[in-house]
T-cell receptor
Framework: AQKITQTQPGMFVQEKEAVTLDCTYDTSDPSYGLFWYKQPSSGEMIFLIYQGSYDQQNATEGRYSLNFQKARKSANLVISASQLGDSAMYFCAMINTGTASKLTFGTGTRLQVTL | EAGVVQSPRYKIIEKKQPVAFWCNPISGHNTLYWYLQNLGQGPELLIRYENEEAVDDSQLPKDRFSAERLKGVDSTLKIQPAELGDSAVYLC????????????FGEGSRLTVL
């Protein structure tokens, strides 16, 4: 079985500062993918970044980077230079070929960016 | 390219009434998902389709929930009869299929059961 754990129910960060959102995972499948999605108050799930289990380098997408530590089974999201519009729920999720394309989500972290 | 389209965005019904949600995935996406998201929680899978075949419906409460994906394109999720605990957001997502590629989500259908 696969499991995603996000231990931070809520986080605060000041505008222009960097913030790290934690995510740990558990799977027995050697082939998997890790995602981060942003969900603003409007409700849509917005894809941010993806990391494959065999990728050699950490994924980066603009201000988003994924700190992938395979041995520790962690996939933390780093947001640099936070903006007020980054305030939202953030979900870590995993998909693996062992469960045939099922995407499993964590419980989410609510990020609030302050002035 | 159009995204995943869901309707209605909002629905308010009384308990014991039926309700249906519709999803049009991105063109060419073989895999379609229905997720349930309760307030303050992460989405949970209800059912996954590969083309027109439901390949994972283990989390679908089959006594009151049903889904179909005719011709492997659009999908409908139905609840009959609705209960108070069904109040949630129902998210539809699609992906091209195979590997570990990204899921694209619709805006969701928010159901309130009174």
């Amino acid at each position: 079985a696969q499991k995603i754990t996000q231990t931070q129910p809520g986080m605060f960060v000041q505008e222009k500062e960097a913030v790290t959102l934690d995510c740990t995972y558990d799977t027995s499948d050697p082939s998997y993918g890790l995602f981060w999605y942003k969900q603003p108050s409007s409700g849509e799930m917005i894809f941010l970044i993806y990391q494959g289990s065999y990728d050699q380098q950490n994924a980066t997408e603009g201000r988003y980077s994924l700190n992938f530590q395979k041995a520790r089974k962690s996939a933390n999201l780093v947001i640099s230079a936070s903006q007020l519009g980054d305030s939202a729920m953030y979900f870590c999720a995993m998909i693996n070929t062992g469960t045939a394309s099922k995407l499993t989500f964590g419980t989410g972290t609510r990020l609030q960016v302050t002035l | 390219e159009a995204g995943v389209v869901q309707s209605p965005r909002y629905k308010i019904i009384e308990k014991k009434q039926p309700v249906a949600f519709w999803c049009n995935p991105i063109s060419g996406h073989n895999t379609l998902y229905w997720y349930l998201q309760n307030l303050g929680q992460g989405p949970e899978l209800l059912i996954r389709y590969e083309n027109e075949e439901a390949v994972d419906d283990s989390q679908l409460p089959k006594d009151r929930f049903s889904a179909e994906r005719l011709k492997g394109v659009d999908s409908t999720l139905k609840i009959q009869p609705a209960e108070l605990g069904d109040s949630a957001v129902y998210l539809c997502a699609s992906r091209r299929g195979g590997g570990t590629g990204e899921l694209f989500f619709g805006e969701g259908s928010r159901l309130t059961v009174l």
